[in-house]
């Protein structure tokens, strides 16, 4: 039996169509012609998809499983996303909602590195919720953003990223802000005895990110934030290989497009190709997605499969300090708490509403039934 | 006047709503912050996107024209991509409808380096439409791939790529299937006397994408197929500029999942950052795409923005050799039509249905009427 891993797509169908296209998917999917032309029997028997099941899921959806032959993705991670969904993202009804890997290739996914547990080593934080904030708005030059960094750092946050919009602009160039990022960061660190970490955003070809990881390990870098969907699933995985003491922080950028189920892209597959925690638009905050949606990603990144570390799950996008005790309640401890508009519309008083986000966090207490 | 790119967003909203909305996206693909706890002057005059215009399209959607400063992006066309598109994406209601780039970003995104005149060049066709098919299924190994590239290219065929499902598989890997198929087809033109070109397919991140290329050259290949939603659009472009005597091809794999118009992002978006031809999912084959998306993405790959190159626009997609009178009136002669399953469907008559395909494209005269 040759190894498949399982892709589950849910689309839009009748009773007497579904079959037909549950097929024209795992032919689209894998040999991609007609399989009344192949005649190698082996290519019939193991290459072509196989339909595993069709589940009526009421309302004209159906949600297909089929099995994928694990040697045509090898261990490639943007072939992997290819197989997975390829062509058939250019069908307007079909999304996918699943994906499983079989145990055979694990060696060639191993998942995150560093993981939930190796981010909560390296900022000793055995067992509350973990604090994060952003470096923004774009525009402002280096010194700007490590005065910034310094602020939120003093308060106690445990984690400070460049925004996502900061990638290598003549205003802040890499080079130039994360030195002095790092330093404003460690600072502060050794001030306060608190361990915060400074994640810069990665932009560019591989080549480039590699240069850039390397001049931020130069400054004591040891977290970054990379946007699996802008990068290609391929140069995340060759970061997370060639980096293994590096953490890597997906961002959910352009991910919201993809018509690939959010807790299956950012909760399984950023995880997979090697993100040590993943950040998704949390619930409630300036993104539509809904408390179960979030509720999934979080779990699919805490569980994933085949022995692999568990990811730490970022909710973001909107949050606010108020809303920090609701929050751990509904995400419980494993999760760190992204807080950036709301924290640095705080002006002058940044610092001290850090302070307050960290200590809000750190004295919450479960709600009873959470 | 900082120069401005115009990103186009169609959303639905309601009067009361567009212009908070519309200010939102501004402010999401720029600072991503509440402008009001930003105190720099020149960030909130410069960097701020600007609402240009709200255009009420009836029916409850809206078009929204949005200034993005050029500086935000610079010159990755990875970063290009998360301003116009990064975290809007990530709301189920907006579409990314059109991109204009002001004529300073021209020396950044020079667009296609070989293009459609230098492809009809090399493939000495001056004037009629071009032909294609592709080599499949996965899982023939690298000899029975390359028997297959010949009798395609002894039918007289134009170009013949790699199906995308081909990646760095063990039943054919990459150096060894490159050189097989590039000899194959190289033998058959010098039988025919037409110049048929083999496109293989690009997989991994950028190094391994680089040697690909350089192994693929040292085979006298001149053409190659990438798909930039999974290779990332840094990647394109960065091996676009390192390879200016190559073509390159783009598939749209995962992107008709973006929620990105077909006709900005292939049309547009794929040659800006070096695609020479483009690809896409012709009317009437196996994909849901309408005739009119079909003519704009054409005329976007034809018709670029200052003085750029204009690519080749390549149907594809469940195209049968019964419709090419039809498909050719449709998109006239600068077109490429990719046949492949159809053709291969064939069997034993592949190499006398691909003349066929060729004669028909040769001799076809214009509709009076298209």
Same mark, same amino acid.
């Given at each position: 039996?040759?190894?498949?891993?399982?892709?589950?797509?849910?689309?839009? %169908?009748?009773?007497?169509?579904?079959?037909?296209?549950?097929?024209?998917?795992?032919?689209?999917?894998?040999?991609?012609?007609?399989?009344? %032309?192949?005649?190698?029997?082996?290519?019939?028997?193991?290459?072509?998809?196989?339909?595993?099941?069709?589940?009526?899921?009421?309302?004209?959806?159906?949600?297909?499983?089929? *099995?994928?032959?694990?040697?045509? $993705?090898?261990?490639?991670?943007?072939?992997?996303?290819?197989?997975?969904?390829?062509?058939?993202?250019?069908?307007?009804?079909? /999304?996918?909602?699943?994906?499983? #890997?079989?145990?055979?290739? /694990?060696?060639?996914?191993?998942? @995150?590195?560093?993981?939930?547990?190796?981010?909560?080593?390296? #900022?000793?934080?055995?067992?509350?919720?973990?604090?994060?904030? %952003?470096?923004?708005?774009? *525009?402002?030059?280096?010194?700007?953003?490590? !005065?910034?960094?310094?602020?939120?750092?003093?308060?106690?946050?445990?984690?400070?990223?460049?925004?996502?919009?900061?990638?290598?602009?003549? /205003?802040?160039?890499?080079?130039?802000?994360?030195?002095?990022?790092?330093?404003? $960061?460690?600072?502060?660190?050794?001030?306060?005895?608190?361990?915060?970490?400074? !994640? @810069?955003?990665?932009?560019?070809?591989?080549?480039?990110?590699?240069?850039?990881?390397? &001049? !931020?390990?130069? =400054?004591?870098?040891?977290?970054?934030?990379?946007?699996?969907?802008?990068? *290609?699933?391929?140069? $995340?995985? =060759? #970061?997370?290989?060639?980096?293994?003491?590096?953490?890597?922080?997906?961002?959910? !950028?352009?991910?919201?497009? %993809?018509?690939?189920?959010?807790?299956? &892209?950012?909760?399984?597959?950023? @995880?997979?190709?090697?993100?040590?925690?993943?950040?998704?638009?949390?619930?409630?905050?300036?993104?539509?997605?809904?408390?179960?949606?979030?509720?999934?990603?979080?779990?699919?990144?805490?569980?994933?499969?085949?022995?692999?570390?568990?990811?730490?799950? $970022?909710?973001?996008?909107?949050?606010?300090?108020?809303?920090?005790?609701?929050?751990?309640?509904?995400?419980?401890?494993?999760?760190?708490? &992204?807080?950036?508009?709301?924290? &640095?519309?705080?002006?002058?008083?940044?610092?001290?509403?850090?302070?307050?986000?960290?200590?809000?966090?750190?004295?919450?207490?479960?709600?009873?039934?959470?």
């Amino acid at each position: 039996m040759t190894p498949r891993l399982i892709a589950t797509y849910r689309l839009r %169908a009748d009773a007497t169509t579904i079959d037909a296209r549950a097929r024209a998917i795992a032919v689209e999917q894998s040999v991609e012609m007609p399989p009344e %032309a192949i005649d190698a029997a082996r290519i019939l028997a193991e290459v072509v998809g196989a339909v595993e099941q069709c589940i009526d899921r009421g309302g004209g959806l159906f949600d297909v499983r089929i *099995g994928l032959a694990a040697e045509t $993705v090898g261990g490639d991670a943007g072939q992997l996303l290819n197989m997975l969904f390829g062509n058939t993202s250019l069908h307007p009804d079909v /999304t996918l909602i699943g994906v499983a #890997l079989p145990a055979e290739m /694990t060696a060639a996914f191993p998942g @995150p590195r560093v993981g939930l547990a190796g981010l909560r080593a390296r #900022l000793g934080v055995p067992a509350r919720a973990l604090t994060a904030s %952003a470096l923004k708005p774009q *525009g402002l030059d280096a010194a700007a953003l490590a !005065a910034l960094a310094g602020r939120f750092a003093r308060g106690g946050i445990d984690l400070v990223k460049d925004d996502h919009g900061l990638a290598d602009q003549a /205003t802040a160039p890499f080079a130039a802000r994360v030195p002095v990022c790092a330093e404003a $960061v460690r600072r502060a660190a050794a001030a306060t005895g608190h361990p915060t970490r400074y !994640a @810069p955003s990665l932009s560019g070809p591989h080549g480039a990110m590699r240069a850039q990881i390397l &001049l !931020a390990r130069e =400054a004591g870098v040891d977290t970054v934030l990379i946007a699996p969907m802008i990068a *290609g699933f391929a140069t $995340v995985q =060759a #970061l997370a290989g060639e980096f293994p003491d590096i953490a890597f922080l997906a961002h959910p !950028a352009l991910g919201g497009a %993809a018509r690939i189920a959010p807790e299956v &892209l950012i909760g399984t597959l950023f @995880p997979l190709i090697g993100a040590d925690a993943a950040i998704f638009p949390a619930h409630g905050g300036r993104f539509g997605y809904s408390p179960a949606t979030c509720r999934r990603i979080a779990a699919a990144a805490r569980h994933p499969s085949h022995g692999r570390r568990p990811a730490l799950p $970022v909710p973001a996008g909107g949050m606010t300090l108020a809303r920090v005790p609701e929050l751990l309640d509904f995400y419980g401890p494993d999760t760190m708490l &992204l807080i950036g508009g709301n924290l &640095l519309a705080a002006g002058a008083g940044l610092t001290a509403a850090t302070a307050r986000f960290v200590r809000a966090v750190a004295d919450h207490s479960p709600h009873p039934n959470a």
